[in-house]
């Protein structure tokens, strides 16, 4: 069982920037695909960004694209989305998920390929 817990979360004006971290239990996290989620209140969750496990491939969600960017730091087992120029739109509960099954430097943008999840950091874009 991996444990995920996620933060970095809070209030920014829009235009502004947060950045998130993600940090995983597993000594075997290094081996993980990361993704980033978010959802807004009555929609459904949805992507934000996804990483390999060797940091080398990354992919974005359209709506970031530009403004966030994801990393990893395999050392200290953490992950992290830095986001700027953030828009009221990116209001949301960000969640961060690993998926277990070991391909190397590939990451999915699906959901249903993401077996542990974080319990969620809130992001609120507001002035």
């Known amino acids: 069982q991996v444990q995920l817990v996620e933060s970095g979360g809070g209030l920014a004006q829009p235009g502004g920037s947060l950045r998130l971290s993600c940090t995983g239990s597993?000594?075997?996290?290094?081996?993980?695909?990361i993704a980033w989620f978010r959802q807004a209140p009555g929609k459904e969750r949805e992507v934000v960004a996804c990483?390999?496990?060797?940091?080398?491939?990354?992919k974005y969600a359209e709506s970031v694209e530009g403004r966030f960017t994801i990393s990893r730091d395999k050392a200290k087992h953490m992950v992290y989305l830095h986001m700027n120029s953030l828009e009221p739109e990116d209001t949301a509960v960000y969640y961060c998920?690993?998926?277990?099954?070991?391909?190397?430097?590939?990451?999915?943008?699906?959901?249903?390929?993401?077996?542990?999840w974080g319990q969620g950091t809130q992001v609120t874009v507001s002035s």
């Open positions: 998920a690993a998926d277990r099954s070991y391909r190397p430097d590939y990451c999915s943008q699906s959901r249903r390929t993401y077996t542990y």
């Open positions: 990483i390999g496990n060797s940091g080398a491939i990354t």
């Open positions: 597993a000594s075997t996290f290094y081996l993980y695909a």
